[in-house]
């Protein structure tokens, strides 16, 4: 897991979601809103947007391509659950929160490297 992970609002463009992702080494982003999870924005979510239609990055705002279908565990969710969450949604992050709070997200990354440790 990711503790906490960088973030981005809805309002902002996805090329500037684009350059965050490329800058840091990462492929997914946690939008916020008035402090709150709204969903995740993936690199595979911006390229898709960009396959389907021609679209202008610096136009589009992270609002046009997050995916709001959040999916979420507890700090202390057993890996298997999680893994088995990703997988039955088809999804490559899940956020991990406490309550409402952020405390970081979990990549299908992160479970390869817990299963090769």
Known sequence: MSAKPI????????????????????????????GRV?????????????SVERVDL???????AYSDDLHSV???????VVCQLMQDHKVGSVVVQQGQELIGIFTWIDALKYITK
């Open 7 to 34: 973030t981005i609002n809805s309002h902002q463009t996805l090329k500037f979601a684009l350059n965050t992702m490329r800058d840091n080494g990462i492929r997914h982003l946690p939008v916020m809103e008035n």
């Open 58 to 64: 610096n136009e589009l705002k992270v609002d046009d």
């Open 74 to 80: 507890e700090p202390k969710a057993d890996i298997r």
């Open 38 to 50: 709204r969903g995740v924005l993936s690199e595979r979510d911006i390229r898709f947007l960009e």
